[in-house]
């Protein structure tokens, strides 16, 4: 079974699917991390962001790896081939340069083959921006989960003084937000909306628990429903 998180930047998808996964005892599959490690090896190859062929070159040839602990579906680390890549990849500079990465077609073409590849391995949530509109179309429960841009700095701001990692400013954080919320849902190549049989949440007035329990309630009955129909 898959269960599709998709969202603006910000709006929780990360821990609320980490922790339906837990609850359900499914895995969990981070998308933007495949593609925050595509920004990060382009920097570091000094590669354009804006350079397509050599983006989707990069996408192809690099070995993305989550790290697990033992019995935990949750992944605790991203390698990209021999390097950890676990707080590297959250910094401000990958914030700014990962939208123009995700954007490219050929990185989007690549990391989509590899997210169905692992999707289809077992039960997954999977959370990302095109989840449930492209990457898992038939998934069998799809939910949109937004915020207010204001609501989603401040929750970045506190996730970004927990780890010790990316901008502390809200202003900024804000802009980022805004600007990137702009890029995605105006780019050419699988722009930010839900599907059309999504169910949106709206969590900025919501206690994260409860949006949990919201969607962990869904997929019960998701199961329920084919276990009944074989």
């Known amino acids: 079974m898959i269960i ?3 969202g603006p930047s910000g709006a929780g998808k990360s821990s609320v699917a980490k922790a339906c996964a837990k609850t359900l005892g499914f895995s ?3 998308t933007g991390a495949m593609y925050r490690c595509i920004a990060w090896l ?3 190859k000094d590669i354009p962001l804006d350079d397509d062929a050599a983006l989707g070159e990069l996408a192809r040839a690099c070995d993305i790896r989550f790290g697990h602990s033992d019995g935990d579906p949750i992944p605790k680390t991203v390698f990209v081939d021999d390097n950890d890549v676990t707080s590297a990849i959250r910094t401000s500079q990958i914030d700014k340069a990962v939208s123009p990465v995700s954007a490219a077609p050929s990185v989007r073409e690549a990391m989509v083959h590899l997210q169905r590849k692992v999707g289809l391995s077992g039960n997954f949530v999977v959370e990302g921006r095109d989840i449930g509109t492209v990457v898992f179309p038939d998934a069998q429960l799809k939910i949109f989960l937004t915020a207010s841009p204001e609501e989603r700095a ?3 701001v506190r996730q970004n003084a927990d780890r ?3 901008s502390i400013d809200y202003e900024e954080v804000l ?9 995605d849902s105006n780019r050419a190549e699988s722009p930010l909306r839900p599907a059309t049989d999504a169910h949106i949440i709206d969590s900025t007035e919501d206690y994260i628990e409860d949006i949990i329990a919201k969607i962990c309630s ?6 329920q429903k084919t276990a009944e129909e074989v």
């Open 4 to 6: 599709a998180i998709d």
């Open 28 to 30: 969990c599959l981070d």
């Open 42 to 44: 382009a920097l570091q």
């Open 154 to 156: 401040h929750r970045r």
């Open 164 to 166: 010790g990692v990316g």
């Open 175 to 183: 802009r980022d937000i805004m600007r990137r919320d702009e890029y």
């Open 218 to 223: 869904m997929a019960h009955a998701c199961i």
